[in-house]
């Protein structure tokens, strides 16, 4: 039995603010039980939901020598859907009522101290991973103390690490001399062979540097972020890391986003009987959201953190011109301000066709994927995106720019040879997409016969973690020999 531990700061069910928690939440169910062992490790934030907070029982408790002090551990328990969770208990840096918090150097001092404490943990917990598997910046520093202190340690001698970059886009950075004295390494770790980038410590650099082997969640995203435009400063060092990384596609949940069982949905429905049914699901949320009632009108959803990788300037540029179409536009997320506004007032401008929805919901979400013809993403970057994969097992048809995982997951509509399962563009152009826009809904009201074939083709897309959970266990074979 291989032993496999992942780590990260957030996971389904007990915390999510993006992507990275569907997949950390997951990812493990999926992963051979036969063969693997795989535990995760979360922290236990106070703004979890009671009800998940009375599933953890307590392990044990210690306390940490960091930051110059004596720092209180608890290890809590909870066992979800035959998964092994163990969780990070201390009420000082892990209080408040978001999950992260504004301030860049209190992040880092809170996940420094997650990954020692979690390292620190697992002697206690009688639990000798032969893989550590990371997630993102928050866990950067796990490879980095693997390969320091805890190499002297018999216990730790040999554990391997890999890292998953799901955002090159954070990466915890601050001043060196502050970052060297939360996490206790020594001077000659910050160089810019380590964790040294642009003058500061940055600790997705330190993961990336030190562990054994580093993925990202889609192929596409694996080649760009080689490149300036989309390697955010650390291109360089991906370049010179390409032997060890790998682009692995994320998967979702086939059993939680499954539109024949999903207890979310108005009628529930499948490949074979959409075309009557999947309506159902519009009728009603036009009726729940107040806009205009008419089966026919072209619905189009947009799920998202409302942030500037989503696309969302590109969408502000058309809107005006986009309302005067004959669509209607329901939006979901929270994030920017000055997204929340803008469609907040575009939303009061065309009452009868955009329903803003500023809050976050996982029924309103999976409504929205039931309900919506279609599903709009012009990401400017995407390292995989998983709204458009809950669309297309949904049937709804997914419209994106061309990048990263989009790329990858949605195959362009081509009328001539009867193939696609949505509609793309290449370049970040506002009316670049309108015109896609249009084209799509060009095909939904005058070929709908060609629309529910495009249907058929994204319903029966598999996206679901089979493949990628083969490919992550070949990578761990791989490390561990
Ligand atoms: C981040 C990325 C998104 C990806 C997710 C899970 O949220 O922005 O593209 O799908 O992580 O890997």
């Known amino acids: 039995m291989k032993k496999i531990l992942f780590v990260a700061s957030e996971g389904v069910p007990f915390v999510k603010t993006g992507g990275l928690a569907d997949v950390v939440g997951s990812l493990p169910k999926y992963i051979d039980r036969e063969h693997y062992d795989v535990r995760v490790f979360l922290p236990k934030y106070a703004c979890m939901k009671q009800e998940f907070k009375d599933k953890m029982k307590y392990v044990t408790h210690f306390y940490l020598d960091y930051n110059w002090q004596n720092v209180y551990v608890g290890i809590l328990e909870a066992i979800e859907e035959g998964v092994h969770y163990y969780f990070i208990d201390n009420e000082y840096y892990f209080n408040g009522d978001k999950v992260y918090n504004d301030s860049p150097v209190y992040e880092i001092e809170r996940y420094a101290y997650f990954c020692k404490a979690v390292l620190s943990s697992l002697p206690l917990i009688d639990f000798r991973p032969d893989l550590i598997h990371c997630h993102d910046w928050q866990t950067g520093l796990i490879p980095v103390y693997l390969k320091e202190r805890f190499q002297g340690n018999d216990f730790f001698r040999g554990i391997k690490s890999v890292i998953t970059i799901h955002n090159l886009k954070f990466q915890g950075k601050w001043d060196v001399k502050t970052v060297r004295s939360l996490t206790g390494l020594p001077e000659y770790y910050f160089t810019p062979d380590k964790l040294e980038a642009y003058k500061d410590a940055n600790l997705l650099k330190g993961g990336i540097v030190f562990a054994d082997a580093v993925t990202t969640v889609s192929n596409t995203y694996a080649e760009e972020i080689k490149t300036p435009f989309y390697g955010e400063g650390l291109d360089g060092l991906l370049r010179a890391r390409s032997h060890d990384l790998r682009g692995i596609v994320n998967g979702i949940d086939y059993d939680e986003f499954n539109p ?178 249009r084209y799509a809904e060009q095909i939904y009201y005058d070929r709908k016969r060609e629309w529910n074939k495009i249907v058929d083709r994204a319903m029966a897309a598999d996206f679901s973690w089979k493949v990628s959970a083969g490919k992550y266990q070949e990578m761990y074979d791989w490390l561990i020999g």
Not at 264 to 278: L, S
Not at 283 to 307: F, H, N, P, W, Y
Not at 358 to 383: G, N, R, T, V
Request: net charge negative; glycine share 6%; hydrophobic share 35%.
């Open 260 to 437: 024949e069982t999903d207890s979310h949905i108005v009628k529930t429905y499948n490949a074979v009987n959409f075309r009557k049914e999947k309506v159902k699901n519009k009728r009603a949320l036009q009726e729940q959201l107040g806009l205009c009632q008419d089966d026919r009108k072209m619905m189009i959803g947009i799920v998202s953190r409302l942030t500037d990788q989503k696309g969302l300037d590109l969408i502000a540029y058309v809107m005006d011109e986009l309302c005067q179409d004959d669509v209607q536009l329901v939006v979901l997320g929270t994030g920017e301000d000055r997204y929340e506004n803008m469609f907040r007032h575009f939303d009061w401008k065309y009452s009868d066709k955009v329903s803003a929805n500023i809050y976050y919901s996982d029924d309103l979400s999976h409504k929205i994927y039931a309900s919506c013809d279609a599903f709009l993403m012009p990401s400017l970057f995407e390292p995989c995106g998983l709204s458009q994969l809950m669309a297309l097992r949904y049937g709804t048809i997914p419209i994106v720019r061309e990048t990263g995982g989009l790329k990858d997951t949605v195959q362009p509509y081509n009328e001539y040879e009867n193939t696609g399962t949505g509609f793309s563009f290449t370049n970040y152009n506002a009316h670049e997409m309108l015109r896609t826009i």
